[in-house]
């Protein structure tokens, strides 16, 4: 299997081109560094293509997965992993904070998208893996651009899945919860504004995140053979959630909004017209 894997130098990227290139596969990966490009096509030499890529540039990106399909002679898989957390209240969020934001964890994915889309719409074949988050399903004070960037991804995901299935392409969401990761760390960006009155809510969600780092429930690698698992099934989900807090806050979301729903349904059923 071929693949090609954004933000592939740490975190689950890292340990799911790991994952693929120890079963045989080939691996294409994005890195932001010379440094990170050699130790990545260390990992298996001819098999490991480090591509140099800044999210945030669209040409960058594109390029990298035109370079990936020439160098692999295809692509099987391509996983949508990069991306960062912008922690902070909505109203400390500077527009370009939220823009900067919405370019790595949205615009680069749906580039890396549309400029696979034609390889598989060829073959009519290939499988697109968006690694989302549970806080794409779940909203968590102090991170509301962060969730912002992933319900819009997941909302491309799954209307994606439905327009490429009759293509013979698969589309998938992955919604891990909090992995062992450095994401508390380098992948974590605070909002510049501060404000005050926030200390209780939104703020305790860098708070958490922090106490909580080296501490999360998630394994990596764990994660990476659930991907793994995946890629390529024929009956692979569209959705699927990876880690027990992520099915935790993802049902207590959906209960919540049923609930929610019943008691207001009345209300939402009586605005349409009178019938004749």
Known sequence: MKWLITGASSGLGLALAKAALDRGDEVAGTVRSEAALAGFEALAPGRARGFLADMADEAAVVGAVDGAIRALDGLDVLVNNAGYGLIGAVEEASLAEVRAQFE?????????????????????????????SVSGLAAWAGTGIYTGSKHALEGIGKTLAQEVRPLGIKVTNVEPGGMRTDYAGRSMRITQQRIAAYAETAHGAERTLGGHAGQEGGDPAKCAAAILRIAGAADAPVQLLLGADAVHYATAEMGSFQEEFGRWAALSLSTGFEAA
């Open 104 to 132: 790595v964890n949205v615009f680069a994915p749906v580039a890396a998208i549309r400029t696979v889309l034609p390889h598989m719409r060829e073959r009519r074949a290939g499988h697109i893996i968006n690694v989302t």
